[in-house]
Structures are given as structure tokens and as C-alpha cells.
């Protein structure tokens, strides 16, 4: 079923002022102020004693939420972190592990009070979370997501899918219960390799929009 809407994609570049920066061992949450850039606070993390990296930012109730991954024996676990935004302070963490080996949640969202996060090893993964990391619900979503937006009451999750050999867009869209309600796939060709990293919609035209990676 397509989605109501037009897919525009496009290559960017983004400096985001509630930033993660990423290394292997620990990783550094660092925030900024604008419009000087301005560093107010820099947090170090190192939770496991192999590999951990934090991939995106939300804020929720407050707290500035960070998404990743950290190490466990056999593979990696998707990793939220809840940090105090004005200092950094650790507040809270939540852990989870599929099963499956190497999962890490790449982005997340703040819709209607839940914090909605996309990851995958294999499969794929989309879930919503309590702002005080307390209760989660989790289920499959199709291809491989890497980004979520939310928008009057939906969900958009951005990433990528295989036809007939063939790396192509995908899209799905869901409710705040995480059921699918539309997915779009587009066409795809032998010289294109594609991935929406970043998913957001238009608040003015609507308009859904996807930043990719073509090679």
C-alpha cells in the first residue's frame, strides 16, 4: 500500500545541537548552545568493556535520551540512556537483547510521551518506550530501519529494503501501537545502493522527506 505523499531524497550534511559524539571506547556525549556553538557539558560513557556507541538523540519528559548500543558477551544490545540535559547526569538506562547477535538502535522520536526508537540486527525493529525507561513494548518492522520521524499522530520508519537483488528505499508507516499502516518501497536499479539515514516530514506541505546515501 503507498504512502499518501511524495518521497523526496536528497545528501546532507547536519550539525544538530544536541549531538552525540561517537569513538569506540568510551563514547562522549557532548551538547552545544547556539547560535555560538558553545560546549555547556561534555559526558563520557563507557559501559561495557568492548565496543558501546550512541548513535542518536531525543528529548523526552526532560531528559535528554540517547540511543546506541553497548557490548555483551556473543554480540551486542540496544542501549538507551536518560541524561539530565543542562548537565549530563546519568538518570536512568535500559537494555535489551534480541538475540540475534549485533543489534543497535540508530534513531528515536518523542511522540505522545513515548520514546519510539528503530534498530536492527536481523530483523529489524521498531519500539516505544516509557520516558523513565521502565516499560517497553517491541516488534518487527520489514527491510532494515536506520530512522524514524513522527507526525500528526504516526510514525515514519526510514531505511532500506532488497527487490529482486536490488538495495531500494523503504517506508513504513505505523500507529502509536506500532501496527503497520502503509509502506512504500521504491523502484530500484542495478547501479543504486540506497539508505534513508534520516526521515522528517514538511510540517507546512506534508510532504515526507528522506536524506539517503547513493553510491
Same mark, same amino acid.
Given at each position: 500500500?503507498?504512502?499518501?505523499?511524495?518521497?523526496?531524497?536528497?545528501?546532507? @550534511? @547536519?550539525?544538530?545541537?544536541?549531538?552525540?559524539?561517537?569513538? =569506540?571506547?568510551?563514547?562522549?556525549?557532548?551538547i552545544?548552545?547556539?547560535?555560538g556553538?558553545?560546549? &555547556?557539558? !561534555?559526558?563520557?560513557?563507557?559501559?561495557?568493556?568492548?565496543? *558501546?556507541?550512541?548513535? =542518536?538523540?531525543? &528529548?523526552?519528559? +526532560?531528559?535528554l535520551?540517547?540511543?546506541?548500543? +553497548?557490548?555483551?558477551?556473543?554480540?551486542?544490545?540496544?542501549?538507551?540512556?536518560?541524561?539530565?540535559?543542562?548537565?549530563?547526569?546519568?538518570?536512568?538506562?535500559?537494555?535489551?537483547?534480541?538475540?540475534?547477535?549485533?543489534?543497535? &538502535?540508530? +534513531?528515536?522520536? !518523542?511522540?505522545?510521551?513515548?520514546?519510539?526508537?528503530?534498530?536492527?540486527?536481523?530483523?529489524?525493529?521498531?519500539?516505544?518506550?516509557?520516558?523513565?525507561?521502565?516499560?517497553?513494548?517491541?516488534?518487527?518492522?520489514?527491510?532494515?530501519?536506520?530512522?524514524?520521524?513522527?507526525?500528526?499522530?504516526? &510514525?515514519?520508519?526510514?531505511?532500506? +529494503?532488497?527487490? =529482486?537483488?536490488?538495495?531500494?528505499?523503504?517506508?513504513?508507516?505505523?500507529?502509536?501501537?506500532?501496527?503497520?499502516?502503509a509502506?512504500?518501497?521504491s523502484?530500484?536499479?542495478? *547501479?543504486?545502493? =540506497?539508505?534513508?539515514?534520516?526521515?522528517?516530514?514538511?510540517? !507546512?506541505?506534508?510532504?515526507?522527506?528522506g536524506?539517503?546515501?547513493? !553510491?
Amino acid at each position: 500500500m503507498p504512502l499518501k505523499g511524495e518521497i523526496i531524497t536528497c545528501i546532507v @550534511v @547536519v550539525i544538530i545541537i544536541a549531538s552525540i559524539m561517537a569513538s =569506540a571506547n568510551p563514547y562522549r556525549a557532548q551538547i552545544w548552545e547556539a547560535p555560538g556553538i558553545e560546549v &555547556l557539558w !561534555v559526558q563520557y560513557s563507557n559501559p561495557s568493556s568492548g565496543s *558501546d556507541s550512541p548513535y =542518536a538523540t531525543c &528529548l523526552a519528559n +526532560d531528559s535528554l535520551i540517547v540511543v546506541g548500543y +553497548d557490548s555483551i558477551p556473543g554480540g551486542k544490545q540496544f542501549r538507551i540512556e536518560a541524561r539530565d540535559p543542562w548537565t549530563g547526569r546519568l538518570r536512568n538506562t535500559w537494555t535489551y537483547n534480541p538475540g540475534y547477535g549485533y543489534e543497535g &538502535l540508530w +534513531d528515536c522520536t !518523542v511522540m505522545g510521551g513515548y520514546i519510539y526508537s528503530v534498530g536492527y540486527g536481523y530483523p529489524s525493529y521498531v519500539l516505544r518506550v516509557d520516558p523513565g525507561l521502565t516499560s517497553y513494548v517491541i516488534k518487527n518492522v520489514g527491510g532494515w530501519a536506520t530512522s524514524i520521524t513522527s507526525y500528526n499522530g504516526y &510514525l515514519y520508519v526510514g531505511g532500506f +529494503d532488497w527487490v =529482486a537483488g536490488n538495495q531500494v528505499f523503504r517506508v513504513e508507516k505505523l500507529d502509536a501501537d506500532l501496527n503497520v499502516v502503509a509502506t512504500y518501497i521504491s523502484q530500484g536499479s542495478r *547501479d543504486v545502493f =540506497a539508505t534513508l539515514y534520516s526521515v522528517g516530514v514538511n510540517p !507546512v506541505t506534508g510532504l515526507l522527506m528522506g536524506c539517503r546515501l547513493r !553510491v
